[in-house]
């Protein structure tokens, strides 16, 4: 029983930190259509906040406004000078943020070193969930992700901005007509994107190896998430982190990292190629 | 064209010099960025010509260096050593095949799911390498690969690069300038017209992405016996990501720009990376200038500065000598549609659309927009699949193929909007309207297909001269005469049936009436059935007898132009009823 | 909201990328008054209505509203100003509600401002949950219309309004357009359906070619007189 619970709540843990981590690339992937190579890296940037704050001595929970403002900022600066030229131009999209992840990544190295950071856990010690033994941090932060994303479909779903996102989504050139700022809109949603990965990076910070090379790990299981499970929905983006991180993670307890790693890529690549629209496609 | 040739002969025999001139120790570590500028000059090959971009290119090059480095510590016979350096070359160029075939079949514009699964492929790689310590040596890599029987590393090797790179650079060279390039490039430029006209699209550029793979493999297999020892970073993400950036800031459209890329970049890095704390910013944000503002990078740098010309699709004009038949079999052509659907989301495109064509001429469709006139075409000739219903083309079922399938079944298509390759030549867009249907995959890389003509083809000169002036780019031609070229190219394929949309869109009046004597001769000529979509009613009125106008989806009336006009139905429909 | 905003088209061309559709034409909308634009198939009307709009870049000539050149400003912005307008294709928001696709524009999302609408077009109050995708063509039409005509703009562009639509709800929007206009409501409207042109035009102009080769005042008769010039 104590075993299944854990087992349990491994997979749960897994499957949402995984789509927290996803949710962003689905906004600016999913949504906006542009493939950000550099989503990684905001991962990566948020971890690094958390560093950061801790270095100087701070509560952790500042981490969370750092990351944030760095995003923020550095989404915006991408989404003004490259991104808003090539929206509608996925490849162009694609090579100018794969420079920028490179970029980010050599600055990354160049001021903290190259090697394996730790970040401190906020909230040491452990509690008893459902008879099984779990961390606290972990626990918490569970709880964090299940009201955040209750909270952001329900605000997708009602609010008028979430309206004015499928519109300019659905059908662009309407959108306009009816008197939506697009360009205006596309910009918050894709730093909306980038700060959803930093977030994701200052609660895994505790939990991972921080390293200037992390990111591209999250890139890639964000990007199969997508394709596994569709754009352009929350749901699928919890679908696909439930089959994406699920398989990772039954196969890799039943033989090696690698060989769940292969099972994610074989998964992937036959949603590809069987069901290119995802489980839950938009239409 | 020749002084660019001479530019790479000079830097590829300034690059034997090298040892001569410096020392062995110069050329040794030279050879390294050789093996890694061969490896771009792969991706320069899918990149700058194909138009999709590898990131997981160190995989083939660290499974050759491994499978090459075994063979070598085996020390065994020279048969054997030439078996393992064929495996090292031809098992990377069958992965990539594989994978690539089976990403771009699936779709147009693959591009980004290309990339991503590259890279997810070298991640994985990394991680096998690693894990795999009877096979690879693990973490600590594959050591004590001696040096390659007959050569001393840090003297001759350095020849057997050189030659390597020589042979991969004519190679290349030759495989750019033959019929598999250039239709590479028209993939790249407009990869959905290329297949109206016959072309396997997916096969061309897996392809181009094994040869890029076995080019890799070769280098790796290089790799092991210069360094000794390979391991898991050669298979790694970052080698991976280090060749692109040095491919792009050394130029992926030209042959010998990615090696540039790499023997800067590799010299300037073994001598600032030390002492200069932000090197590697530096690169980067050189990559990201490089990458936004100059496509080119160095190498068409150095080009523009000697005023040279742009390396594509310039090649001289050759002799059309070689006579080939396109006409295909005559007799009838016998189309038929039987309750053809077309349900995208909630919308009803085509609702239960019957109608014959069994009479050579031309036939018309018109209607009010929206009626399903286009979408009738695409159905037709694979750009969408019918939701139900049977089209029978001959009686082959042809609803539910590909393009190309379609295509090479003897049907041609031409868009509304003027589709040619604008980035080739004028020669070159008709090569590939008289390579459609009929060029083998062997002939695809021989020159010979350069010199096809055929009788159309001079008909074509006199009704549309502009087409005699085959090296202009086609992108620089009017908009009439995008129109005409493309026009023509859909003719000289010599489909039994043609297609076209609204071929006189965007004409003045006088080029309408030239476009319309056109049609009218060509068809006479071939013998072709040609189903025109018009909204000019005169157009119709001159050109075909035979009128299906659509509606909502369905066929409305069908006959002689003035059973039509008559038909009360078609009245209500049309202008200054009362619907 | 209603001012002396007239809008004048002069020598305007412009098309698709480098493809020229209209060339060269020139009409003027004033206030309080409905005009037409008619001409077969494939003559240009749709690529007018989208260059104003802002839907396409026009190559030359001007597009004057009110006092300003409308050229420069994105398509929000030209709505903002007080051009509406209701596309000929893809005319409501398939994803979104009946209800959103009304509402989404305004801050209040208050459904007050299509009541006297919603007793013409009962059927789009009663469907406001569902989502607009599941319409039929003519009632996206209606929805396109209503939201069209209830927005706050002094000038109003419709592409093809009765396209698709029953008889008896042709004849309600034309009573919605003659209150509207009698308001002071500029209208420019793409039709093909003259008895509707006659209905309600005071001017009428007839494209083919992307060029005006014909302008008519309206007043009865009109249909007789456009479809001499449309005849097939």
């Known amino acids: ?283 | 064209m020749a002084s660019s040739r001479a530019i790479n002969l000079l830097f590829l025999i300034g690059l034997l010099l090298v040892p001569f001139l410096w020392d062995g120790f110069v050329a040794y570590q030279l050879g390294l960025f050789l093996l890694y500028g061969m490896v771009g000059q792969g991706i320069g090959l899918c990149w700058g010509r194909a138009g999709f971009l590898p990131l997981g290119q160190a995989l083939f090059f660290g499974v050759g260096a491994y499978i090459f480095g075994s063979v070598l510590k085996l020390e065994a016979g020279s048969l054997f050593l030439i078996a393992g350096l064929l495996a090292a070359i031809l098992l990377p160029a069958l992965i990539a095949f594989v994978v690539g075939f089976l990403v771009f079949i699936r779709q147009i514009g693959s591009g980004p799911y290309f990339s991503l699964i590259t890279l997810a492929l070298t991640m994985l790689g990394f991680q096998l390498a690693n894990s795999m310590d009877w096979l690879t040596g693990g973490f600590n890599g594959m050591t004590g690969i001696p040096a390659l029987p007959g050569t001393e590393t840090y003297e001759t090797l350095y020849y057997v690069i050189w030659a390597a790179l020589v042979l991969v650079s004519g190679v290349l060279a030759y495989v750019g300038t033959a019929p598999f390039g250039q239709s590479l490039s028209a993939t790249s430029q407009n990869e959905e017209r290329l297949q109206y006209f016959g072309f396997n699209t997916a096969l061309l550029k897996a392809i181009a992405f094994a040869i890029s793979a076995a080019v890799a493999g070769l280098a790796g297999a290089l790799f092991a016996p210069h360094q000794g020892i390979v391991t898991p970073q050669s298979v790694g993400f970052l080698l991976s990501a280090e060749i692109v950036v040095w491919t792009a800031v050394g130029g992926r459209a030209s042959l010998l720009g990615p090696v540039l890329g790499a023997i800067l970049i590799g010299f300037m890095a073994s001598e600032l990376r030390d002492s200069f704390q932000y090197w590697e910013v530096l690169i980067a944000l050189v990559f990201v200038i490089v990458v936004i503002r100059f496509p080119g990078g160095l190498w068409s740098l150095a080009e523009d500065l000697a005023h040279r010309l742009p390396s594509f699709g310039a090649k001289g004009a050759r002799e059309r000598d070689i006579k080939i038949d396109k006409s295909r079999a005559k007799g009838p052509v016998r189309l038929a549609f039987e309750d053809v659907e077309l349900v995208l989301g909630p919308v009803r495109i085509l609702d239960k659309l019957s109608f014959r064509i069994e009479t050579p001429g031309v036939h018309s469709i018109i209607g009010p927009n929206g009626a399903g006139k286009t979408s009738a075409f695409n159905v037709l000739t694979g750009r969408l699949k019918p939701t139900a219903g049977r089209i029978e083309y001959n009686r082959a079922q042809v609803g539910g193929l590909s393009r190309h399938r379609i295509a090479r079944m003897g049907i041609a298509r031409k868009l509304q909007i003027p589709s040619v390759f604008p980035d080739l030549s004028v020669d070159r867009n008709v090569d590939i309207a008289l390579w459609a249907g009929d060029l083998t995959l062997a002939q695809m890389f021989t020159l010979r297909p350069f010199r096809w003509s055929t009788p159309l083809l001079n008909e074509m000169y006199d009704i549309f001269p502009f087409l005699e002036d085959g090296r202009r780019l086609a992108g620089s031609l009017s908009l009439g005469q995008r129109q005409m070229l493309d026009f023509a190219m859909t003719c000289l394929t010599q489909s039994p049936l043609l297609l076209l949309d609204e071929p006189c869109a965007g004409l003045s009046s006088s080029e309408t009436g030239e476009m319309i004597d056109a049609i009218e001769r060509i068809v006479g000529t071939t013998g072709s059935t040609a189903i025109i979509i018009e909204h000019d009613m005169q157009v119709v009125e001159r050109l075909s007898n035979h009128v299906l106008v659509l509606n909502q989806g369905a066929l409305l009336a069908n006959g002689a132009m003035e059973e039509v006009r008559s038909d009360p139905a078609v009245q209500a429909v049309y202008g200054g009823g009362s619907k | 909201m209603i001012g002396s905003h007239s809008l004048a088209i002069s020598k305007l061309s412009g098309g698709y990328g480098d493809i020229t559709v209209i060339r060269d034409v020139s009409l003027t909308v004033e206030p309080g008054k409905v005009v037409f634009v008619t001409g077969r198939n494939g003559v240009g009307k749709t690529t007018l209505i989208k260059l104003i709009a802002g839907q396409l870049a026009a190559q030359s000539g001007h597009i004057i509203f009110g006092e300003r050149d409308m050229r420069a400003e994105p398509p929000h912005a030209r709505r903002a100003i007080g051009i509406g307008y209701a596309p000929q294709e893809s005319v409501v928001f398939d994803d979104l509600s009946v209800r959103e696709n009304l509402t989404l524009q305004y801050r209040d999302r208050d459904l007050a401002r299509y009541e006297a609408l919603f007793v013409s077009f009962p059927r789009l109050k009663e469907r406001r949950a569902q989502r607009a995708g599941t319409l039929s063509g003519g009632e996206k039409k209606i929805l396109s219309f209503c939201r069209a005509v209830a927005e706050d703009t002094r000038l109003v562009m419709l592409d093809e309004p009765t396209e698709g639509v029953q008889p008896e709800n042709i004849e309600r929007m034309a009573r919605h357009v003659a209150t509207e206009a009698g308001k002071g409501r500029g209208f420019l409207v793409v039709e093909q359906n003259l008895g509707f042109a006659e209905r309600l035009a005071d001017h009428a102009h007839v494209l083919d070619h992307g060029v005006c080769v014909f302008d008519m005042p309206g007043g009865p008769g009109l249909r007789a007189r456009l479809a001499e010039k449309l005849a097939l």
Not at chain 1, 237 to 260: F, P
Request: aromatic letters at 10%; hydrophobic letters at 60%; a positive charge.
């Open chain 1, 1 to 283: 029983m104590e075993l299944v619970a854990l087992q349990a709540l491994n997979f749960v843990y897994i499957s949402l930190t995984l789509a927290l981590v996803a949710l962003g690339l689905a906004v600016v992937f999913g949504l906006l259509g542009v493939m950000n190579m550099a989503h990684g890296e905001f991962v990566m940037l948020g971890a690094y906040s958390v560093l950061v704050v801790q270095n100087a001595g701070l509560p952790l929970l500042a981490a969370l406004p750092l990351a944030l403002a760095v995003c923020a900022a550095f989404g915006w600066l991408l989404e003004f000078f490259v991104i808003r030229h090539l929206y509608r131009r996925p490849f162009d999209t694609l090579l100018a943020t794969w420079g920028l992840a490179i970029l980010m990544r050599e600055i990354v190295e160049a001021v903290f070193g190259r090697d394996y950071k730790s970040v401190n856990q906020s909230l040491p010690g452990t509690v008893e969930v459902l008879g099984a033994v779990y961390p606290a941090y972990r626990v918490v932060l569970m709880a964090l992700m299940v009201a955040f994303f209750a909270g952001l479909f329900l605000w997708y779903r009602r609010s008028n901005t979430g309206a004015r996102i499928k519109a300019m989504v659905s059908n662009p050139a309407l959108a306009t007509a009816v008197g939506v700022n697009t360009a205006v809109l596309a910009r918050g949603a894709f730093i909306f994107g980038v700060c959803m990965a930093g977030l994701a990076g200052v609660a895994l910070a505790p939990l991972v190896r921080v390293e200037p090379y992390m990111g591209i790990d999250y890139l890639l299981s964000s990007f199969f998430i997508l394709v596994v499970g569709g754009l352009g929905s929350l749901a699928g983006l919890l679908v696909g982190s439930t089959v994406i991180g699920g398989s990772d993670a039954i196969v890799s307890a039943i033989t090696s990292k690698t060989g769940g790693y292969m099972t994610v890529l074989v998964i992937s690549i036959l949603f590809l190629w069987l069901r290119p629209n995802g489980i839950v496609s938009r239409d």
